[in-house]
């Protein structure tokens, strides 16, 4: 009898791999699948460089990691990009390095795609006030 159920599963496993259909292949058709799918990220940091003379033009912000090294990430940026500096639209050009900027971008087997790019308004710096002079006696 148990033999018979041996030789069962061993047909089955030989007819399946005979078809194409085997563990190996479900893997690579999946993986083949997984990397055209596109994923979605968002990250803020300071804008470290920008390239407007590429094709396409490029920008690049450095995370701050907690007791790491910083993480550095640099995006495409197109046409389609909506770039908005202190909540106004903006072009890549308005954007300068050292600015605090939110990047939401694309990740695909293509790279990384920017698809927003918000610069956050620079806080005024708070005002000195001057220490009263004192009266010489």
Same mark, same amino acid.
């Given at each position: 009898m148990r033999r018979g159920w041996i030789a069962i599963g061993l047909t089955l496993a030989l007819a399946l791999m005979m078809t194409g259909w085997a563990p190996t292949a479900i893997?690579?058709?999946?993986?083949?699948?997984?990397?055209?799918?596109?994923?979605?990220?968002?990250?803020?940091?300071?804008?470290?460089?920008?390239d407007l003379q590429a094709t396409p033009q490029t920008l690049v912000v450095e995370v701050p &990691?907690? @007791?790491?090294? *910083?993480?550095?990430? %640099?995006?495409?940026?197109d046409a389609g990009t #909506?770039? &908005?500096? @202190?909540?106004? *639209?903006?072009?890549? %050009?308005?954007?300068?390095?050292?600015?605090? #900027?939110?990047?939401?971008?694309?990740?695909?087997?293509?790279?990384?795609?920017a698809l927003a790019v918000t610069v956050?308004?620079?806080?005024a710096a708070p005002e000195k006030k001057a220490k009263p002079e004192k009266k010489a006696k």
């Open positions: 893997g690579a058709k999946h993986q083949a699948a997984k990397s055209e799918q596109s994923v979605v990220r968002t990250l803020t940091g300071e804008v470290t460089a920008i &990691k907690p @007791g790491k090294d *910083a993480l550095t990430v %640099g995006a495409t940026v #909506a770039v &908005k500096v @202190g909540g106004q *639209a903006a072009k890549l %050009g308005d954007v300068k390095p050292g600015d605090r #900027a939110t990047i939401k971008y694309e990740k695909s087997g293509k790279g990384l795609r956050q308004p620079k806080k």
